[in-house]
């Protein structure tokens, strides 16, 4: 039986979190990576329907959003060597990964039209 207990928690501490530090994103980071530490640490929440591979290429599945769309909390799936397109995230975010690992590359783009420059792994 999953424990839905656990996320209903996680979110509700989250929307505390986002209504006590405001426009303090480091306070928020800070924090809210220690809440998401916590949830990813057990796996026995996650519904089994949010963590279906695809052969093609990675998914994502919405399991909250904010009534106030302050945030939303995501599933984000991928089978073994999927990848996702270079992008950038222009807002605070924070990433757990509960099963598994993920390997991030990362680029500096010295101007539009020239080529990116890989930073590291």
Request: aromatic fraction near 10%.
């Amino acid at each position: 039986m999953k424990n839905y207990q656990r996320f209903r928690s996680f979110v509700a501490t989250l929307t505390h979190l986002i209504e006590q530090h405001g426009t303090n994103e480091s306070a928020l980071l800070r924090d809210g990576s220690r809440l998401l530490s916590e949830l990813v640490r057990n796996d026995d929440w996650l519904p089994d329907e949010a963590a279906i591979v695809s052969a093609v290429g990675y998914r994502q599945y919405l399991l909250h959003c904010d009534a106030r769309e302050r945030f939303s909390v995501v599933s984000f799936v991928w089978g073994p060597g999927q990848k996702t397109p270079i992008h950038d995230h222009t807002v605070w975010g924070l990433v757990g990964v509960m099963r598994g690992a993920e390997q991030c590359e990362e680029y500096h783009w010295p101007q539009a039209g020239r080529p990116m420059i890989a930073t590291g792994t």
